[in-house]
């Protein structure tokens, strides 16, 4: 490949990146604000996903593949003595169960399972019938002396008002939690969430907004902010743009709230975009991603799914990826 033909591949992967980092319809907008041109979406493209803004298509939920199998070096689940808790239904009507008892201790479960078990836990929390699972000094024991095998990961604000393992009715050593003004994705989240992914098999990996969320108002309203709380709001800006752009009409908290879910697919696409790592556990089949906004008011979480141009982001960063890669490769030293 010569280097004209490499620069014009980067470059389509690179408008590809900037189309499918917002919802179709949109002008594409790069993670810093920088308008880029609009990009003619092809034909052979899904269609276009609703605004997030506004409802959502019906979420890709994992699948919960039968007989799966406990991962080499991972310890098998524990029998627990404890009946699974009621199944309830989840926004779409269906009860979501896990088929994995509610006080089990953390092991290998399949996305699907551990996506049902946070479902089941939230309803919990919702409806005040708490279970408190793992909670005993038992467990703190257990898993001193065992170590950690959570099951899932998530990434969400640090608002006081957002107590994750309670708003999911988990217990110590459940839930791998990163937390963060704006649940944005930097170096530093990027890494501790190949931590939980790569590291403890986490097989789900949940980006978590909320209602009111003080760091998405601060970008909506261009307050002014000082010191590194302004690198937080920039990172939340494109967000901004793009709920604007969906809803001209909307201002102040109308307008943040419409920006907090378009933040979650900003930092999914963030976290994409920064690690190789989670773009290949994803691609593999061995992660599943998924985007939720809980209301801090009510308790309930909104479950998103997965991003509705997954397959095209991870096909235009692997491009993007091998074009640089070709682009920079030295040539082989002649007569050798």
């Not at 990146?17 to 052979?44: E, N, Q, R, Y």
């Not at 989240?189 to 931590?195: D, I, K, Q, S, V």
Request: proline content about 9%.
């Amino acid at each position: 490949m010569n280097g004209r033909t490499a620069w014009m591949i980067l470059g389509v992967a690179g408008a590809a990146i900037s189309m499918l980092a917002c919802p179709a319809g949109a002008p594409a907008a790069d993670p810093h604000g920088t308008s880029s041109p609009a990009v003619t979406k092809p034909a052979a493209k899904p269609a276009s996903p609703k605004p997030a803004a506004s409802s959502h298509a019906e979420p890709r939920e994992p699948a919960a593949g039968p007989g799966t199998k406990v991962e080499p070096g991972k310890p098998a689940p524990r029998q627990n003595s404890d009946k699974a808790a009621p199944s309830q239904p989840d926004d779409h009507g269906d009860t979501g169960a896990s088929s994995v008892p509610f006080g089990e201790s953390s092991g290998p479960v399949t996305a699907a399972q551990a996506l049902a078990l946070l479902r089941e836990g939230n309803a919990r929390w919702v409806s005040g019938a708490t279970l408190s699972p793992n909670s005993g000094s038992d467990r703190r024991t257990e898993v001193a002396d065992k170590g950690q095998t959570p099951f899932a990961t998530i990434l969400t604000c640090s608002d006081s008002r957002l107590p994750v393992e309670r708003l999911f009715d988990r217990g110590v050593g459940d839930v791998f939690v990163v937390r963060v003004a704006g649940n944005i994705a930097g170096a530093s989240e990027a890494g501790t969430l190949e931590y939980g992914l790569g590291h403890l098999h986490t097989p789900l990996l949940v980006v978590m907004g909320h209602t009111r969320c003080g760091a998405v108002a601060a970008a909506a309203s261009g307050a002014e902010v000082h010191g590194n709380v302004k690198s937080l709001v920039d990172a939340i800006a494109p967000a901004v743009e793009r709920a604007r752009r969906f809803h001209p009409e909307l201002s102040g908290p109308e307008l943040a709230a419409a920006a907090v879910k378009e933040n979650v697919w900003q930092t999914v696409f963030d976290l994409y975009r920064a690690s190789p790592e989670i773009r290949a556990l994803v691609g593999q089949g061995k992660v599943t991603v998924v985007g939720a906004v809980c209301d801090i008011s009510t308790g309930k979480v909104e479950w998103m799914g997965e991003h509705p141009w997954q397959s095209e982001l991870l096909e235009a960063l692997r491009a993007r990826d091998a074009s640089k890669a070709s682009a920079t490769a030295e040539p082989a030293p002649a007569g050798h």
